[in-house]
């Protein structure tokens, strides 16, 4: 099994930064895709971001480009996510998701294994 654990969520005023950070065990990090997704009160679960397994490819959803970076760090087990110039469109639960398959995948119905989920709230 895999087991993750994001943090680094909080309030924040609008134009201010957070970099969330997601935690992975049971399981080879580096053998692997990750992705973050982000879900608002009565929305959908959409993505954000999504990363290869050794980082080379990289997606990011139209509304934070520019805006959002993802990484990873595979001696540490640990994905990240910086999030500057937030918006108060931005506010959500942001969940970190492991995808077994090959290539990035844009869908939550793509990934394997979630994370619990960490709240971020951004103020106008």
């Known amino acids: 099994q895999v087991q993750l654990v994001e943090s680094g969520g909080g309030l924040v005023q609008a134009g201010g930064s957070l970099r969330l950070s997601c935690a992975a065990s049971?399981?080879?990090?580096?053998?692997?895709?990750m992705g973050w997704f982000r879900q608002a009160p009565g929305k959908e679960r959409d993505i954000v971001a999504a990363?290869?397994?050794?980082?080379?490819?990289?997606y990011y959803a139209d509304s934070v480009k520019g805006r959002f970076t993802i990484s990873r760090d595979n001696a540490k087990n640990t994905v990240y996510l910086q999030m500057n110039s937030l918006k108060p469109e931005d506010t959500a639960v942001y969940y970190c998701?492991?995808?077994?398959?090959?290539?990035?995948?844009?869908?939550?119905?793509?990934?394997?294994?979630w994370g619990q989920g960490t709240q971020v709230t951004v103020s106008s």
């Open positions: 049971g399981r080879t990090f580096s053998s692997y895709g």
């Open positions: 998701a492991v995808r077994l398959e090959y290539g990035l995948g844009k869908a939550p119905v793509e990934y394997d294994y």
């Open positions: 990363i290869s397994r050794s980082g080379g490819r990289i």
